[in-house]
């Protein structure tokens, strides 16, 4: 009897055993129908079409995956669309003419037709599976390296969130979703595919990529896929500078900039991104009000198809640690242009050790700044030299938020507007009017550090 209970206790461990190491068969994915779903080819760029087309003749399989399938199911209207295909970059490249490979991390292909680059991906695999050549982790976790091929279902589970990972084929018109994402657009959420710690740490970008898309979308970041973020925001230090830059445009200049800059403190990115900004708006209503209007005023110009550049944005935010650094200075008898100089040198230093900022919006940004200091000395025939600078209404709308947000006394700003819809004659009245009231700052040689010139002896 004893000998029976032994044998049926070695077949339950074994059944158990067997149960707990074999692997769960692969779970197909939802298929949503043409008639079930609202995408239209009519909505599609022609290129992205003929991509795919391309593909599947040579014998590939061509989806058209991420934001752009997310965004037709929204109804919007998206400008980019990327392919995913079975095809490894180089088996791509043969068959669209001066097509490039780009990427070390993870290598894609840049197909052009006509004007347009769509952005071709091999179907990715697991990161585990590649040999030291194909894949490479830091030692915290972050991909370095990251070229391990794989199919449909890995690439699915290999994208960061649900909603970016949906799948429209030419072939059946037919959507393919391996991860829930139609789900999660109805419910209007930001879901992590994965174990969101993990994902983050594998590439911390994806921290702000759940914020972007959220603000974006208006849509709620899932309880889960939020969890993690304030501990892990310290990981962003050791993304690459030029890489932050990149993603800071995508985040702040979409037209969901104030938005967006709200998330951002809330799950305190924001300081690994901007450390001097959110050091100074903690301490300083009018640093959080400037940086408040600046964002919501280059949401407007985007929102009315309006021109808009970083330099602008980049001056705004970083202006409230320049302005404090220059008077302290001053306090400590530098003169004001030169404290100014010296303040913008070590900010935008500062600044740098995080985010780059390309010489073609550095330069620009440090002049408008250095037209604050300038814009107050209107005597003479300044005024009109100074509406001729190239940065002039750039430093003109700048100095209209600082009077907004409480910064400056209000004055100076309706000066200028006026002077600007002013003709030449109103223009002279206007500056003989301020140099006899005193104002306009005019400077002699004595305030640009000239010698004094000596009073002739009585003869």
Excluded at 51 to 72: P, S
Excluded at 151 to 178: P, Q
Excluded at 227 to 250: G, M, S
Excluded at 279 to 307: G, H, S
Aim: charged share 30%; net charge positive.
């Amino acid at each position: 009897m004893a000998a029976v209970k032994t044998d049926s206790r070695m077949l339950n461990n074994l059944i158990s055993s067997i149960k707990r190491w074999r692997k769960p068969a692969k779970k197909g994915p939802r298929i949503i129908a043409r008639s079930d779903h609202n995408i239209s080819r009519r909505d599609i760029s022609r290129a992205a079409l003929t991509v795919m087309k391309r593909l599947q003749e040579a014998g590939f399989q061509a989806y058209i995956v991420g934001g752009g399938v997310r965004d037709l199911m929204l109804g919007g209207h998206p400008k980019d669309f990327d392919v995913a295909t079975d095809a490894t970059p180089e088996q791509a490249k043969t068959l669209f003419r001066g097509a490039r490979i780009v990427g070390r991390r993870f290598r894609i292909l840049h197909a052009r037709i006509g004007r347009e680059v769509i952005e071709v991906t091999t179907f990715r695999g697991h990161h585990n599976d590649g040999e030291e050549h194909e894949a490479k982790q830091s030692e915290h976790g972050m991909l370095l390296r990251d070229n391990v091929y794989g199919d449909l279902e890995s690439d699915a589970v290999r994208r960061d969130f649900t909603v970016n990972a949906l799948y429209y084929t030419t072939d059946g018109f037919a959507i393919h979703d391996y991860t829930g994402g139609v789900e999660d657009i109805e419910k209007r959420l930001i879901r992590m595919i994965g174990a969101p710690a993990t994902r983050y740490k594998e590439d911390p970008v994806r921290m702000l990529r759940a914020v972007r898309f959220a603000a974006k979308l208006d849509f709620a970041i899932e309880a889960g896929t939020e969890a993690p973020l304030q501990e892990l925001a310290p990981l962003l230090r050791n993304i690459a500078p030029a890489r932050l830059f990149d993603e800071i445009l995508k985040l702040l200049m979409s037209g969901q900039g104030e938005r967006t800059f709200e998330l951002l403190r809330r799950y305190h990115l924001w300081q690994h991104l901007f450390p001097d900004n959110a050091a100074q708006i903690e301490k300083n209503p009018a640093a959080l009000e400037l940086t408040r209007r600046a964002l919501r005023n280059t949401d407007q110009r985007i929102q009315a198809d309006m021109r808009v550049t970083p330099a602008f944005l980049y001056a705004a935010l970083l202006w409230p640690a320049v302005n404090e650094e220059q008077k302290k200075l001053i306090e400590k008898g530098v003169p004001p242009a030169p404290a100014l100089a010296q303040a913008a040198q070590k900010i935008t230093s500062n600044q740098l050790a995080h985010t780059a900022i390309p010489k073609r919006f550095s330069i620009p940004m440090r002049e408008i700044w250095d037209l604050q200091h300038r814009l107050p000395q209107r005597g003479g025939s300044r005024a009109q030299r100074q509406m001729e600078h190239p940065r002039f209404r750039a430093a003109y709308d700048f100095l209209l938020l600082r009077e907004e947000c409480g910064e400056l006394e209000p004055g100076l700003g309706n000066w200028w507007t006026e002077f600007q819809q002013a003709d030449e004659e109103q223009r002279q009245q206007m500056v003989r009017k301020l140099q006899r009231s005193g104002g306009g700052n005019r400077r002699g040689r004595n305030s640009r550090g000239g010698r004094r010139r000596r009073p002739k002896a009585a003869e």
